[in-house]
């Protein structure tokens, strides 16, 4: 798609078009990996909160179920403790080195997803309800504080110079992860946002933790400065290439693949990545977007809106060019961030298994 002024003139950018190949054997391998090293720790910090905060975590964790029998329930992709644990080899440590960073992020990141559950009312997370649905709101939202102060005392606790400098990195992480959080919600109240701060939004929303994620275990490892912050631009435009991929899932994914309901974003009025460049791409479709959205904010009867009138929307989003704009711009995204890897001097085997990991967020399908 070529580049297209938008309506207040901004420019959309130009992004490659091939989709790059995955090794899923090597991501799969790497995802479990991080998985079964950070686990055991994870649930150890996890028995620390009292009761039953204890339980409503294991529950969302999808360790046990709604009645609290042991389940083997999906967790997620583990993509941020992968990287955590890869972060430290590129430091020269061992993945070891990276388990107390892996599981510090994972922890943020699941307190960050069981406070959005609430404010998005997403009933639906990894095809099971949401904390705040079986649990309740206030549950939800004291398991989320406990489980980002628990963050920062595994980090503490090893007693380091590397573990306070590990947990700056994590704490500014989480205040730009909040002030991303923050921006998405207003901007569900705004008929017009830019591309440009629809990016910003995002990269502080999802960049600035898996950027943390990437850096966190070199930190540990000993890495100076120089090379945290180039690992970091590697995980910032992966995440920008990561929430890339979720707007477009989160408009077109399969319900039973995402968990979520069909147009789940379109139901929540969010200004993503697909919505903003329909709006700036200009022309009939992109006019008729604007004017149905406008109408839709200031609609009593928006929840009761049938899934054509859901599908209209989304069809108007595609004829604009929101969706191929935004397949291009994760590409270009996942670029960046692979040629960030050539500034740093690690092993051949770990960036090719870091590059691994950013192909694998670019075309994955959940």
């Known amino acids: 798609m070529r580049p297209t002024s938008g309506t207040r003139g901004e420019k959309v950018p130009t992004a490659p078009s091939a989709n790059p190949a995955v090794d899923t054997e090597a991501v799969t391998a790497l995802l479990e990996r991080g998985r079964t090293m950070s686990t055991p720790v994870l649930r150890a910090a996890v028995d620390r909160l009292a009761p039953p905060m204890d339980t409503v975590a294991a529950y969302h964790f999808g360790w046990i179920d709604a009645h609290g029998r042991p389940a083997d329930g999906d967790g997620g992709k583990a993509v941020r403790p992968a990287l955590a644990l890869l972060s430290a080899e590129a430091a020269g440590a061992a993945p070891e080195v990276g388990i107390p960073g892996a599981v510090a992020v994972e922890l943020v990141h699941n307190f960050s997803l069981l406070h959005d559950d609430l404010m998005d009312g997403d009933e639906q997370r990894r095809h099971r309800d949401t904390?705040?649905?079986?649990?309740?709101?206030?549950?939800?939202?004291?398991?989320?504080?406990?489980?980002?102060?628990?963050?920062?005392?595994?980090?503490?606790?090893?007693?380091?110079?590397?573990?306070?400098?590990?947990?700056?990195?994590?704490?500014?992480?989480?205040?730009?992860?909040?002030?991303?959080?923050?921006?998405?919600?207003?901007?569900?109240?705004?008929?017009?946002?830019?591309?440009?701060?629809c990016l910003e939004m995002e990269g502080n929303k999802t960049g600035a933790l898996l950027a943390c994620a990437v850096s966190i275990g070199a930190v540990l490892g000993g890495a100076d400065d120089r090379t945290a912050d180039t690992l970091e631009?590697?995980?910032?435009?992966?995440?920008?290439?990561?929430?890339?991929?979720?707007?477009?899932?989160?408009?077109?994914?399969?319900?039973?693949?995402?968990?979520?309901?069909?147009?789940?974003?379109?139901?929540?009025?969010?200004?993503?990545?697909?919505?903003?460049?329909?709006?700036?791409?200009?022309?009939?479709a992109s006019r008729r977007l604007g004017e149905l959205l406008a109408a839709d904010a200031k609609s009593n009867d928006f929840d009761s809106f049938s899934e054509e009138e859901f599908a209209a929307r989304a069809a108007l989003i595609e004829e604009a060019g929101g969706r191929d704009w935004t397949s291009q711009e994760a590409r270009r995204q996942h670029a960046v961030a692979v040629e960030a890897l050539d500034r740093v001097d690690m092993p051949e085997r770990v960036r090719a298994q870091l590059v691994a990991l950013a192909d694998f967020v670019v075309v994955r399908k959940r």
């Open 131 to 197: 904390v705040w649905k079986v649990h309740g709101p206030a549950q939800a939202i004291l398991v989320g504080d406990a489980l980002f102060a628990l963050a920062n005392e595994i980090l503490l606790e090893l007693g380091t110079v590397e573990a306070g400098r590990a947990t700056r990195r994590l704490t500014t992480a989480t205040r730009k992860l909040i002030d991303g959080q923050a921006l998405d919600i207003s901007y569900e109240h705004r008929e017009r946002v830019t591309v440009e701060e």
């Open 233 to 284: 631009a590697y995980g910032h435009h992966l995440g920008l290439a990561f929430q890339a991929v979720d707007d477009l899932l989160g408009i077109w994914g399969d319900p039973e693949a995402t968990g979520k309901q069909t147009w789940s974003d379109l139901r929540q009025r969010k200004k993503s990545l697909p919505v903003v460049a329909a709006l700036a791409a200009g022309g009939p």
